[in-house]
């Protein structure tokens, strides 16, 4: 089955303690990317990764890093975590980032305290 | 600074009744592509439609069908005989100016309840 699989669906952490939250697809897709959701402002992207170890800034990529040294493979690293990061987040990908539809990851919900 | 809005943050419509969600943009791309997904309240994020800008035709699925106006930039989702599993929330993707296409962009979102 084609699918974008997150790990965790949710966390909740304290301020400071470094997490990671994983994210793979077997779809062979080129294009990955990271969102945030938070209320009445929609989704935000954080990163997105064109192809293996191509990766560049979305809109909101202050506090996150990523890395793709695997095609399948696109985790996403707090590295200090802070309150204001609480959030939805959901993991996407697609064979092209702009003329294909992205497929979703079932998202996770971080709190951190 | 890219500019999408979904002017409507929450709707309502009846079962079986008409509903439009409006989403309007800026670019200065003229090929492009546009999507809207549906998050229902298990919060998967599901492709509903997409448009190809250089196509005249509207899109249609089923019973969710697009108004495309690309000198308008408006890119309006209209859901027909609206079900009960229609609730939920509805995000545009349109196009982000040239330049930053490989980013990507979604509207702040309409949240759509049915009722009976």
């Known amino acids: 089955e084609a699918q974008v699989t997150q790990n965790p669906r949710y966390l909740i952490t304290v301020t400071g303690k470094k997490l990671t939250v994983t994210c793979s697809q077997n779809m062979n897709h080129e294009y990955m990317s990271w969102y945030r959701q938070d209320p009445g402002l929609g989704l935000r992207q954080i990163y997105y990764?064109?192809?293996?170890?191509?990766?560049d800034k979305g809109d909101v990529p202050e506090g996150y890093k990523v890395s793709r040294k695997e095609k399948r493979n696109f985790p996403l690293i707090l590295e200090s975590p802070s309150p204001n990061q609480t959030s939805l987040y959901f993991c996407a990908s697609s064979f092209t980032g702009r003329i294909q539809p992205q497929h979703f990851g079932d998202g996770t919900r971080l709190s951190i305290l | 600074a890219q500019t999408v809005t979904q002017s409507q943050p929450e709707m309502s419509v009846q079962e079986a009744e008409t509903v439009t969600l409006s989403c309007t943009y800026d670019?200065?791309?003229?090929?492009?592509?546009l999507f809207w997904y549906k998050q229902p309240p298990s919060r998967q994020m599901i492709l509903v439609i997409r448009?190809?800008?250089?196509?005249?035709q509207n899109a249609t699925e089923n019973r969710f069908s697009v108004n495309f106006q690309k000198a308008a930039k408006s890119f309006s989702l209209k859901i027909s005989d609206s079900q009960l599993g229609d609730a939920a929330m509805y995000f545009c993707a349109p196009p982000r100016d040239t330049g930053t296409a490989s980013k990507l962009t979604f509207g702040t979102g309409t949240r759509l309840q049915v009722t009976l």
């Open positions: 990764s064109m192809n293996v170890e191509v990766t």
């Open positions: 448009q190809e800008a250089y196509k005249q």
């Open positions: 670019t200065s791309e003229s090929d492009y592509y």
